[in-house]
């Protein structure tokens, strides 16, 4: 155990302590009013509450604590107990504790179901008025109950006391009762298919709080239910051998031996952990039924058929010499942009190549097409390195484009929910895109430079257009002063990660807001450096990379110039620095930068090379609801814009938390689905990762008592920052009391210094930040509040105070009160403790969220259980195993994109799409006029024999509703192409533009406007 452990041990303590009471001996106040843990109230007054507030009284501030176990036989057998407790009395000036009673108890266990065997009264009640505190008592209860696998022993201390007695409280405090009941048998956890991954026997339950076995057939309780979140390593020596070396070094110039290395020790691994006799002995030994034997056998299968998998990525490399000299050129990459400093590690984590390898084949290769029409997720927890996994995949795939002819386009689009693209990860992808330049330059290798788009619009905060002087929604002013201030996205030069040498400016002869790099050593030299952050400036440079927020995918049905992002765009202007060009409008030919209208060239590069070879979704699992369903329709659009320009992405995706993947997937893109790397036999334990014994969270399951969650919050909340104050001003004692070294107490005031305080709903969060504010009586106390509305640029700046902390303790953000923005994306070692309120409807929001803390060192997490909900209380009586198997208690994402609701919402936008994306072109061709107006597009129309018809059929097979179960859709969508036309053809129109033709509106600007606005109704087939 580390200094880090036993600190986060040592807050916990104290926090429990400080909750219970064991840290006073006197208190000023009532202390009914202070403790929230370990209490009991009267048993009477519990009773006279339950009319009022039914069983949640009981749980707001129970009268009994006590363990339920399976006794191996119910024989009436005698069991030894012991009850320990203080009580409280008013005294001058204050209240006083009494000392700590412990009463042995032994107590005979009954037979029958509904028979109460009490014992212990008299001998509490004669210690507790022994210490003053005449007039208490408790005694011990054993009940034999009917539990889910048989009958169940439930031993509990209640407090019989009357609920007044003058000058004392009558309720008892640092209650504990242990038990020794002798032989017991585990409860087993109800369990899924593949429960024969999973330990699911559970020694004893708490009754109104925790559990912990101390001894063979002895258990007491606690005042918290604990599970401890062990940190993985990414290699399991004990089976597959020493580590193989995949620094980035060695697979840049030995790639092929390398990674045969690592596939015969994954195929070894796999041989032995999946054997035939390896699951006869697990099925012997864990008692598996016939079915869970049956399912383990099917995953052995999947678990070869992966390896397989993997190894045809080997083999593929081999023989492709320009796939493996791309891989080679990508890794080489790696290792110059760590050399600059910019990549924290020097070497892979083996799962990341084993999901690049297991992927090459829709690179290149004779399965390519049909590898493509499957959606393979990489399903990681938080934190292992999903978006690095990405990055080499696409950068592999950049090189293998340049090295076999297509020297300018898009190699991947990469799309992240909403908010959640962080600077962070666009410095990541900008870093290493910018080793990748060097190395391609040097190298000779032909084609555009590799190049950075960050595509969010100002939805997100960047321009869409700049324009002079502009009106109000018509661009972005090229001279507004705050240019250099509201657009630095890049936090560092990518090529020298200076900070300081790095400007933003607007060059007005290549019409483009540049990040420019001053530093005079910079091996860049003052060039316009290569990343785009205006849309207008990405369709005319088509970087090979693309980093956006999902709600772009709208603007295919705004701006022809989206082509890019789908097919090749229509000609390149043959003036220097203006780009690519699309369909002509108003005083251009095509070209977008302002003013221009030459005439466009030809493409030099054949037309279907321009479309990007990988579409990325990050966070899958937040494609739900209807969000979700809104997106299935434009994934929809974008395939069939692609596929008519001749060419079909590869879809990866990526999530740690999934549930129903194949449904979803199915639901979003219409493909099969596949996850990577398929779980191990055992939870903990599979080829790519293994728990170690290091902590890397402690979830602590609390049920405040007698107290609003607000004043618990406020309690937990302030002692956690005077323990660190404490730290901070004496580390010896500090360093005595937690058992940690004197020298490590800076780092761990650091580390332990900030408290994220997580609202799932935003009334929390604002009621956490309101008691930042007037309740915690810590003089100076820096709080901050974000959530959804928190502006983005106070969102930054938060992150980076936390990242780079002030050196004064005081100058520090201490505590925050955080809403689901902070759920994905936030990426700080500094934050490690964290008070939860109630736990979210969503468990792969809990998993998420809790995923913040402890990232690189043990965190602390604090669940207050909203106990009086039903959901919260069934979770707390759980508590370690529902920690401990949340990512297998997910629900499934809830999505379909068959909603007629839906479909109303994305009409427009599918036929606009087609209309830019397929008409327009055809069009341009054949020098007619662009279809911008009602009337063009008319004449248009006819000129090209788009028929209504046609028009219906393209759209059902678009969104694949040729089923029995789709009739309402295709009568719908049949519906609004006949009155899109109709409103089209009609002489007497008033339409100004296109938009106006749509029976149901506009397209959509942005497929965030359906959030939380849209039920969604499934028509039939899954909901
Ligand atoms: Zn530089
Ligand atoms: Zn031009």
Redesign the pocket.
């Given at each position: 155990m580390d200094d880090n452990e036993r600190f986060v041990g040592w807050l916990l303590r104290e926090a429990i302590g400080s909750a219970r009471g064991d840290a006073f001996r006197t208190l000023t106040v009532r202390p009914e009013g202070r403790l929230w843990l370990g209490r009991l109230a009267p048993e009477e007054k519990v009773e006279r509450q339950r009319d009022r507030l039914g069983d949640r009284g009981e749980r707001l501030d129970p009268c009994e604590v006590g363990i339920r176990v399976r006794l191996s036989a119910i024989d009436g057998r005698r069991i030894r107990c012991l009850a320990r407790c203080v009580a409280w009395r008013e005294v001058a000036g204050g209240w006083d504790k009494t000392r700590r009673l412990k009463v042995p108890i032994e107590i005979e266990t009954p037979t029958q179901v509904g028979d109460v065997r009490v014992s212990g009264g008299a001998a509490i009640a004669a210690e507790l008025s022994g210490v003053g505190a005449d007039g208490l008592s408790a005694e011990v209860h054993a009940e034999v109950e009917v539990g889910k696998e048989g009958l169940d022993l439930v031993v509990t201390l209640v407090n019989v006391s009357p609920i007044e007695i003058p000058h004392i409280d009558t309720n008892l405090y640092e209650v504990e009762l242990e038990v020794e009941t002798g032989e017991t048998q585990p409860f087993i956890l109800e369990g899924l298919s593949d429960s024969f991954r999973y330990d699911r026997r559970v020694p004893a339950y708490g009754v109104n709080g925790g559990v912990a076995v101390v001894g063979p057939g002895a258990f007491a309780t606690t005042d918290y239910a604990v599970h401890d979140k062990r940190r993985p390593v990414y290699w399991d020596e004990e089976v597959a051998g020493d580590l193989v070396d995949v620094s980035f070094g060695r697979l840049a110039t030995e790639p092929v031996a390398t990674l045969r290395e690592l596939v015969d020790r994954f195929d070894h691994w796999t041989q032995t952990m999946w054997s035939d006799d390896e699951l006869r002995r697990r099925e012997h030994a864990e008692r598996w039924d016939a079915e869970t034997a049956g399912f383990a056998r099917e995953q052995a299968d999947l678990a070869r058929a992966e390896v397989g998998r993997v190894r045809r990525g080997v083999d593929l490399l081999e023989g492709n010499q320009a796939l493996c000299r791309a891989f080679a050129l990508a890794n080489e990459a790696f290792q110059r942009a760590h050399d600059k400093g910019a990549m924290p590690h020097t070497a892979w984590r083996p799962f990341q190549l084993g999901f690049v390898l297991a992927n090459l084949s829709s690179l290149a290769g004779g399965d390519a097409g049909a590898e493509r029409d499957i959606v393979d997720t990489l399903w990681f927890q938080t934190g292992g390195g999903k978006t690095e996994t990405y990055l080499l995949f696409v950068m592999t795939a950049a090189f293998y484009d340049r090295l076999t002819g297509k020297g300018s386009g898009i190699t991947s689009w990469a799309r992240f929910p909403l908010r959640m693209l962080s600077l962070d990860q666009t410095q990541r992808f900008a870093n290493v895109f910018a080793a990748a330049e060097l190395v391609r330059a040097e190298a000779g290798i032909a084609g555009d430079p590799f190049t950075v788009g960050f595509l969010v619009g100002e939805n997100g905060g960047t321009p869409n257009k700049m324009r002079r002087a502009p009106r109000p929604g018509e661009g972005t002013d090229i001279n507004d002063p705050d240019l250099p201030r509201k657009f630095r996205i890049l936090l560092r030069?990518?090529?020298?990660?200076?900070e300081d040498?790095?400007v933003v400016r607007f060059d007005q002869s290549r019409w483009a807001l540049d990040h420019v790099?001053?530093?005079r050593d910079?091996?860049?030299q003052g060039r316009p450096?290569p990343f785009r952050i205006v849309d207008e400036e990405i369709y005319r440079w088509l970087p090979t990379v693309v980093l956006g927020t999902l709600d772009k995918a709208a603007n295919v049905s705004i701006q022809a110039g989206m082509r890019g992002l789908y097919a090749a765009p229509l000609g390149l202007c043959p003036l220097p620095d203006h780009g690519f060009t699309y369909a002509p409008r108003r005083g251009s030919n095509g070209c977008l930068y302002p003013g221009c209208n030459t005439r466009p060239h030809a493409l030099t590069q054949p037309a279907e090379r321009f479309a990007p070879n990988v579409r990325m979704q990050d966070e899958l699992h937040l494609l739900r609801d209807s969000l979700g369903s809104v997106d299935a329709h434009y994934e929809a659009l974008l395939d069939q814009l692609q596929r008519i320009a001749g060419s079909s992405p590869k879809m990866i995706a990526s999530s740690a938390t999934l549930a129903g993947h194949d449904d979803q997937v199915r639901a979003l893109y219409r493909r099969d689905g596949r996850t990577f790397p398929l779980p191990g036999p055992l939870a903990a334990r599979s080829f790519w990762s293994r728990d170690s014994e290091a902590l890397s969270r402690r979830y602590v399951g609390l049920a405040p008592r007698g107290v609003t969650l607000e004043y618990a919050n406020d309690q937990l909340v302030e002692t956690m920052q005077n323990l660190v104050r404490q730290a901070r001003d004496d580390p010896a004692g500090t360093s005595a009391a937690a058992g940690v070294s004197v020298d490590a107490i800076p780092e761990l005031v650091s580390l332990y210094g900030v408290d994220v305080v997580y609202g799932s709903n935003l009334k929390d969060v604002e009621a956490a930040a309101r008691s930042f504010e007037a309740q915690i009586p810590i003089p100076g106390l820096n709080p901050i509040t974000l959530t959804g509305r928190t502006p983005l640029e106070d969102v930054r700046s938060a992150l980076r105070r936390l990242k780079n902390p002030e050196p004064d303790f005081a100058d520090r953000i201490h505590v925050i009160a955080a809403s689901s923005m902070l759920s994905h994306g936030v990426d700080i070692d500094r934050l490690n403790v964290m008070v939860m309120w109630g736990v979210p409807l969503s468990t792969a929001e809990f998993i998420q969220t809790t995923a913040r803390v402890g990232r690189s060192f043990p965190g602390l997490v604090f669940v207050l259980h909203k106990i009086a909900r039903e959901r919260d209380a069934g979770v707390f009586r759980v508590f370690p195993s529902f920690v401990e198997h949340a990512d297998r208690l997910i629900d499934p994402v809830p999505i379909t994109s068959k909603s007629r609701r839906i479909l109303e919402l994305t009409f427009a936008g599918l036929e606009q799409g087609r209309i830019y994306g397929i008409h327009e072109p055809q069009a341009v061709a054949r020098a007619l006029q662009p279809l911008t107006l009602p009337v063009r597009l008319r004449r248009g129309f006819d000129q090209l024999r788009v028929t209504e018809a046609a028009e219906a059929q393209a759209l059902i097979d678009m969104l694949g509703v040729s089923g029995p179960l789709d009739e309402n859709l295709r009568r719908d969508l049949a519906g609004y192409v006949r009155q899109f036309f109709r409103a089209l053809r009609d002489p007497s129109t008033t339409a100004q533009w296109v938009s106006d033709l749509f029976p149901t509106g506009p397209p959509m600007r942005s497929l965030r406007d359906v959030e939380e606005q849209v039920p969604v109704y499934s028509q039939g087939g899954t909901p």
């Open positions: 030069c990518p090529f020298c990660q200076s040498d790095l790099c001053e530093a910079c091996p860049w450096l």
